[in-house]
């Protein structure tokens, strides 16, 4: 059974950069069947989805969020990272990694506890 | 793009039925995937493919997807239960994931 574990900045400053990884275990992250996805959840709000990367390098991103966003994958430490630039308030959430199943129905089967991110000076 | 609307909540009392709808332009064309999201924990998928059970989620929990509204629907509701659950389909127009806004259930 796959799992999946987020890593990185906790505290942020207004107008930095937000780096954050996910490592992948118990299953293969070169797989043709799944992506590797970044969904986020503002305090008090729903879930919002960032971007996916096919195993490729193939990548797909929000539109809201698509000129500061950017996903890597690192398939040697079986891991792949999100950065977010010039992040705001508006950025601060839980962020998770997920396991998008692709092909047919499309959904995210497996998904990482979340780490929380707070922008602030 | 593509829009998901649920009932902000809904509450039932333990033991009782609980359905939670996702709304959406002719979504009974597209697959509805179902997710449950406790206060610290990771999102769990409960369903898939409209009305699929992962392997280890109860029978009590089941879907359905017709029209315009998918619908969760929780049976013999336990207190464990209690979560934020999100519908999410896939735009095939903009190639993304959609999700609703969210449901709380709260078990009385």
């Known amino acids: 059974q796959v799992q999946l574990q987020e890593s990185g900045s906790g505290l942020v400053m207004p107008s930095q950069s937000l780096s954050l990884s996910c490592a992948v275990s118990?299953?293969?992250?070169?797989?043709?069947?799944?992506?590797w996805s970044w969904v986020r959840q503002p305090p008090g709000k729903g879930l919002e989805w960032i971007g996916y990367m096919y195993h490729s390098g193939t990548a797909y991103y929000s539109p809201s969020l698509k000129s500061r966003a950017s996903i890597s994958i690192d398939k040697s430490k079986s891991q792949f990272s999100l950065t977010l630039t010039s992040v705001t308030a508006a950025d601060t959430a839980i962020y998770h990694c997920?396991?998008?199943?692709?092909?047919?129905?499309?959904?995210?089967?497996?998904w990482g506890q979340g780490t929380r991110v707070a922008v602030s000076s | 793009s593509f829009v998901l609307t649920q009932p902000p909540s809904v509450s039932v009392a333990p033991g009782k039925t609980a359905r939670i709808t996702c709304a959406g332009n002719n979504i009974g064309s597209k697959s509805a995937h179902w997710y449950q999201k406790k206060p610290g924990q990771a999102p769990l998928l409960v369903i898939y493919?409209?009305?699929e059970r992962p392997s280890g989620i109860p029978e009590r929990f089941s879907g359905s997807n017709s029209g315009n509204t998918a619908a969760l629907t929780i049976s013999g509701v336990e207190a464990g239960d209690e979560a934020d659950y999100f519908c999410?389909?896939?735009?095939?127009?903009?190639?993304?994931?959609?999700f609703g806004e969210g449901t709380k259930l709260t078990v009385l």
């Open positions: 118990g299953g293969p992250i070169s797989s043709d069947t799944h992506a």
């Open positions: 997920a396991r998008l199943t692709i092909f047919g129905g499309w959904y995210f089967d497996s």
């Open positions: 999410q389909v896939w735009d095939t127009g903009s190639d993304h994931p959609v």
């Open positions: 493919y409209d009305s």
